[in-house]
């Protein structure tokens, strides 16, 4: 809808569901990408290399405010990898996400060779009053530029029988 000074009003269809020349004022442009080398892989995480590490930022008062240190290794084929996401789970059960960008998360193409293994280090602070007790790594997710994700899930299962 466009409104001019005079209050004018007049709407402008530019697409819809069924384009008809009755139904839109201009047709859509759209262009047809062909490519011999389609990067349809999920990048992948070393699964034998995550390490973390916790700190408390005050040791002799502690206040729940903490450093937390993640380090993992990634690779991709060929778009290279862009963001992780990764969720935290405190002691009751809540989960807290966060993001993992790299030097390179902002470039069109990778800078390196995406098919090496590359390390990446993401230091969290916890904030004062956060929940004491055991946190723990619930999930993370590797994006490539491609849009292609790989989500990995560390929750886990437990199987039990109910004695009658």
């Known amino acids: 809808m466009m409104l001019d000074a005079a209050l004018n009003r007049r709407g402008t269809n530019f697409t819809t569901s069924e384009v008809t020349e009755e139904s839109v004022d201009e047709r859509p442009q759209q262009i047809e990408l062909i490519t ?4 349809i892989e999920l990048p992948e995480l070393d699964l034998n290399d995550i390490q973390i590490s916790a700190v408390a ?4 008062n502690p206040n729940g405010e903490t450093v937390v240190t993640i380090t993992f290794r990634v690779r991709d084929n060929i778009s290279g990898y862009n963001i992780a996401s990764l969720r935290l789970r405190d002691p009751q059960g ?4 966060y993001y ?5 998360t902002w470039s069109l193409f990778p800078t ?3 098919t090496a293994w590359h ?11 956060s929940i004491p007790g055991t946190w723990g790594l619930s999930e993370m997710t590797l994006f490539d530029r491609a849009g292609n994700f790989n989500m990995y899930d560390f929750t886990e299962i437990v199987h039990f029988d109910v004695a009658e």
């Open 112 to 114: 390196d060779d995406p």
């Open 36 to 39: 011999n080398n389609p990067d």
């Open 100 to 104: 993992v960008y790299n030097d390179a």
């Open 57 to 60: 930022t005050n040791p002799d």
């Open 119 to 129: 390390t990446y280090t993401r230091s969290i602070v916890l904030p004062v009053g």
């Open 94 to 97: 809540i989960e807290h996400p």
